[in-house]
């Protein structure tokens, strides 16, 4: 297999607070490859944004990358110093926000921002980077890019800010965009076209995107792998189509449950009883078993890491463990 | 915008109405104005003529026509004290104290947003905690009690700046006396602009520092950041800018209370400003000056708000509305 563009090798987040230190990502380890979509999904609290902020380098403090590693493209880019680190988020890295109406500086105008962001990554004159800005606007799908360029954000809506937001994501021709719930603001209706501009120019850039988002609907029409969090911890990772089919973590086989289908006549829906713990709380062995309905003895003790599964797949669960060793 | 200007032109003509009307009431409640001109041989129906021929048996309304109509061209009327007409006394008396106000209004106003900025982002530092912690005496001590400190350390104990009056002063044009173009004006410009100032600087640091770091943990500095942008552009370009009509509107009220208050300064100091000129008058009830002093004040604070209502626009561009309206 190729080397992927992004490895995150055994990453530990933690938030040291006055009652001790708080583990938010416990040993997370996954891999984007070279234009692959990896949705990261997973209740609120489950670390995802965190995912993304650490990779990034953007975490705010206290918090910090505790241990393990961050390879982009065979470099480690976790511990670069402070200027290094900058100069990769936005000319390597790419990051589109949540909510569109807080994301642009109502300052600035959308030229204004966009050329600056250009010209700090890359070595061309002004009129070169609003050339290309133009270009990048027009490629998002804004209505007469060249003119509705020099007005400020508070004159666009909603869908029109977020395509805004990815233009300047990717003004600098990211290699990885992430991606943190960039439709969760949004109307229902426009949802869809962001998700659609958001894959379409990376695809033809050629760009990765780790798409980050609760939304099972969005993961499945968008991403090519699919990545489970659950209490800072990876449950299952996998190809979109299997892990919706068949999921093998009881924590997605829940999550799954817990969507609509159009096919499906139900009464009620699957529910997951409880909550996910608090990062002060998380309890030992297994996170999810005082909820999981296949609990066992071992899953309250000891802790299960992934493990590798046909077709690609892992998932942190015993159950398989014992499979393994049966079978 | 034009329409936005007339608008609060309009409603400052307003205001300026209001305090003639308070102006022009003192005169009514401070004394018969009779009494304080004339001596005491006057026969009543001398004073009866007298009161006819200035106009004092008309009807209120006339009166205070007259005496806004007067007061519109500069005409006050002459100082019961000096003997002058009361403009040519705060003109002589103004430059003095515009001066005063300027220097400590730009010296609070750049050392504040640089403080301000710095305390912000260099949190937890000791430099930022000395700052902090100084800057505390700004907030609390009394004006009067900084200007005497200032004197006993700088002028009394050490000797490195006089410690009152304006020094030596030249004119620029007919009327301006400045002290900014002798080396004993400036020195002796120091000692009260900080004591004038302090307060100012102290307030515009704290405001800032608040601001910025409520502007830092906007998702749009997160985004700027996310996007690679340098420290400086961050900081600066991006954070301080959306800092800025805060501290634009509390600037503006402190430039208006530094010329109206320079009263205490100056009378510390013995500035020869109007803030020296109006305290002697009102020892003497001297009510013409006193009116136009009320007047004078209230026509800057009224001056200073459109101004910083025409910033906003100048800074914020979601306040240009009709633009925006034009474009939907």
Known sequence: MAEPLLSVRDLVVEFPTRRGVLRALDKVSFDIAEGEVLGMVGESGAGKSLTGAAIIGLLEPPGRVASGEIWLRGERIDNLPREKMRRIRGRRIGMVFQDPLTSLNPLYTVAQQLIETIRTHMDVSDSEARKRAVALLDRVGIPAAARRIDDYPHHFSGGMRQRVVIALALAAEPELVIADEPTTALDVSVQAQIIDVLKEICAERGASVMLITHDMGVIAETADRVAVLYAGRLAEIGPVRDVIQAAEHPYTSGLMGSIPTLTQTADRLTQIPGSMPRLNAIPQGCPFNPRCPHVFDRCRVERPELIARPAGRQVACWLYDKEAQNV | ?328
């Open chain 2, 1 to 328: 915008m034009i329409a936005f200007i007339l608008r609060r032109l309009a409603q400052s003509v307003l205001v300026m109405l209001t305090v003639a009307l308070v102006a022009f009431a003192l005169f009514r409640f401070v004394g018969d104005p009779i009494a304080s001109m004339v001596g005491q041989e006057t026969t009543l129906a001398e004073r009866a003529e007298l009161r006819e021929a200035l106009g004092l048996n008309d009807p209120f309304l006339i009166q205070f026509w007259n005496f806004i109509l007067r007061a519109v061209q500069g005409d006050f009327g002459i100082s019961y004290r000096l003997q002058q007409p009361v403009m040519e006394l705060i003109l002589s008396r103004l430059p003095a104290t515009l001066e005063l106000a300027l220097v400590s209004g730009v010296m609070a106003f750049v050392f504040g947003v640089g403080f301000g900025v710095y305390t912000a982002l260099n949190r937890g530092g000791w430099i930022s905690g000395t700052v902090m912690t100084t800057s505390l005496i700004g907030v609390s001590l009394p004006t009067f009690l900084i200007g005497i400190l200032l004197i006993w350390v700088f002028a009394v104990e050490l000797q490195w700046l006089p410690s009152f009056g304006r020094g030596e002063t030249v004119y620029i044009g007919n009327w301006w006396r400045t002290g900014l173009l002798t080396e004993s004006g400036r020195a002796s410009l120091i000692l009260p602009a900080i004591t004038l100032g302090l307060y100012q600087m102290t307030l515009i640091m704290r405001l800032v520092r608040a601001e910025m770091l409520e502007v830092l943990r906007t998702d749009y500095i997160k985004f700027a950041r996310a996007r690679g942008l340098s420290n400086r552009a961050v900081h600066f370009g991006h954070a301080l800018k959306n800092t800025l009509v805060p501290v634009i509107t509390i600037t503006g009220l402190q430039m208006g209370s530094i010329i109206a208050f320079s009263i205490i300064t100056e009378t510390v100091f013995q500035w020869p400003g109007v803030g020296a000129l109006f305290i002697n008058s009102v020892r003497f009830v001297d009510v013409p000056v006193m009116a136009a002093y009320l007047m004078l004040i209230a026509l800057v604070f009224v001056v200073i708000n459109l101004i910083v209502d025409l910033l906003y626009y100048a800074v914020d561009p979601r306040l240009r509305v009709d633009r925006a309206n034009a474009r939907h």
